[in-house]
């Protein structure tokens, strides 16, 4: 048959050649010398023109040897592409067809896309290398007849140079699709936009299992988004070919079954046919028997006896016979009781399985809503937590100036007092040392608040990380749970079609177990779904530990909120009590003032008057020792002062107050 229809192809072959008047290719010629034992043509890479090309088109259109063309790097133009398509719309044998590296243009991808929404054994199709995303329109016939044709299972559109327009129309036409299996769209330039279309299409498309898209520019999470629904449609997928599978052995065996009730019948009729038979012959001979029952009496009563026996076995016949069709009416009946049970069952089967995959999917989107509930209060936390920490930075940095502009006032102020008041220069050097001495211990104390500050921070940092990985944890834990959950279940329903099956050689027990066995699967189905439950209620309860930790964490960021706003309060009480000790500094200064005008004018006394010299010295003197007491007096305040603060930093900050002399 082979050598037959390899033999056909070649007359049709050399025909096309003659009636075009063009010599017949090499390749071919070599092909058919061979034999073609792998049912395939195989022409790629060699030296063919346009008009070789539409004869091996012509004569592929009635051909039934070939299962496979490979015309890739013909240099295949639209005048072939147009004859090969009309000869793929009339082919019934073509599995698989290979026109890589092409120069298919805006006609032949036209008439490519109409021979495909016709042929319906067409298996696999590879166009890649053919630039179609150049040519206008060129992607859209093909895209239109790909929705429209579920027979096709492998599509190769590499390197064509497809953008985001020809992703979304792929897009489009896999939402219609129900047949593609896998789709080849590597090294184009789809983008972002046409992954978004392709993973939108994914959410209506079941049947596509493997997406290439390497080398389109498209972010690692889009790839990954799609990934994770094409597992989806291999396992749905994995399912329903078992679920078909079972359902044709079931069919099978019913089949079987039918059969051998109708050979049984076809038994009963031929029995039926030969007792009609016998009972016409018995006839015949009772009719002999009558003509020649006058010849003598002896022969007469033979003739009855015999005739009475016929009647009886022809009676016992009838009766088995009918018994034969009573029991060929239970069978039926049995048969299609049979039936309606595996039927039933089956139906049953499908519901829980649909059933507990509804409740998986139901319970996996709560526990994926609550984890990105859990991560966005987290974030923001953590974002409170920064704003506060940049709050103190600044708070810190304005304290800094201010101390920064009080130091150059007080140094301003110490040059000015210095040229003005020769005589009390070590006096006022010796205020400016305490001074220098109690601002040193201010910024000491600055510094340990700072310190306390960031511990308190990386307390809180390392608390959230913390709190991340336990919810992390959760989460994992919670998901392997509902995936041995899954995979438990799976294994359950393989061994109850594996015991299904096993238990169909006898019809009447089959009825029975399988009864049984819905019993004890509805049992093992509400206890599975109870175990279920339990584990989401655990992985809730873990949630809920999560939830509360992070209120205890709020809490604690809270209390060193409070703790921060306690410091930056004793921080703008410090510069309060600085300022007073400034303005009391200046009041002495201009007591200072006042008195040495005062002993200028009494000099200026004692100069016009010399009699009372010595009582001016003497109370010159006594203004001195008085004006001692006074700052040894403020000395003392300031230093009460500031060890009263550096004994309460870590309580409430009390409140401080410097007398004025």
Known sequence: VREERMEGFKERYERECRRSGVVPAVAVQRLIEKGGSERKLSISRCTVSTQQICCIARALANDTYFLEIDMEELGLNDDGMIALAAAMQRNTTIKKIRLGSNNIRQAGSLALGEALKTNTPLREVDLSWNSLGLIEEGVLHIT????????????????????????????????????????????????????????????YNTTVQHLKLEGNHIPTECLQLIEAKLANNRTSNSARL?????????????????????????????????????????????????????????????????????????????R???????????????????????SADLSAEKGTRCRIEAEYNKATDTHNREKHTAQLDLQNMISTTELVTA??????????????????????????????????????????????????????????????????????????????????????????????????????????????????KNTDAVAALLRDQLAALETRSSQQQH???????????????????????????????RRIAALLETEKNLATELAKANLTIQHTRSAHDEKRSDLERQLAEKVREAEHQTF????????????????????????????SYVGNVSGPPADLRVQSP
């Open 531 to 561: 175990d279920a439950q339990k584990s989401v209620a655990t992985a809730l309860e873990e949630q809920r530990k999560a939830e509360r930790e992070i209120g205890r964490l709020t809490s604690e960021v809270a209390s060193a909120d």
């Open 242 to 318: 078992a679920e078909v599978a079972r359902a044709k052995l079931m069919q099978r065996e019913v089949e079987g079954i039918t059969r051998r009730g109708q050979i049984q019948v076809g038994n009963l009729q031929r029995e039926n046919e030969a007792l009609s038979a016998e009972t016409n012959s018995a006839r015949g001979l009772v009719d002999v028997l009558r003509d020649a029952l006058g010849d003598t009496s002896t022969k007469t009563e033979t003739l009855t006896t015999r005739l009475d026996i016929s009647t009886a076995e022809l009676a016992c016949r009838d």
């Open 144 to 203: 239109s007849a790909l929705a429209s044709n579920d027979y096709l299972e492998t599509l190769t559109l590499a390197n064509c140079q497809l953008g985001h327009d020809a992703g979304r129309a792929i897009a489009r036409a896999l939402m219609a699709n129900s047949g593609l299996r896998l789709l080849d769209l590597r090294w184009n330039n789809l983008g972002l936009v046409g992954a978004n279309a392709l993973a939108h299409a994914m959410d």
């Open 320 to 342: 088995e016979m009918k018994e034969l069709m009573q029991s060929h009416t239970r069978v039926r009946d049995e048969l299609a009781t049979c039936r309606a049970n595996l």
């Open 391 to 504: 709050d103190l930075r600044r708070t810190r940095d304005e304290l800094a100036a201010e101390r920064r502009r009080g130091d150059e006032a007080a140094a301003m102020a110490a040059e000015q007092a210095q040229a003005q008041r020769r005589l009390y220069e070590e006096r006022i050097r010796a205020e400016r040392e305490k001074s220098t001495l109690e601002v040193t211990a201010v910024q000491e104390q600055l510094r340990q608040a700072n310190a306390q500050l960031a511990q308190v921070r990386s307390d809180a940092e390392m608390s959230i990380g913390a709190v991340k990985c336990a919810m992390e944890e959760s989460t994992a834990r919670a998901n392997d749970v509902l995936r041995v959950e899954y995979g438990l279940r799976h294994e359950e329903f393989e061994r109850r079609y594996t015991a299904l099956e096993a238990e169909k």
């Open 616 to 643: 001016a010295r003497h109370e010159l003197e006594r203004q001195q020792h008085a004006l001692r007491k006074a700052q040894a007096k403020q000395a003392e305040g300031l230093a009460a002062a500031v060890q």
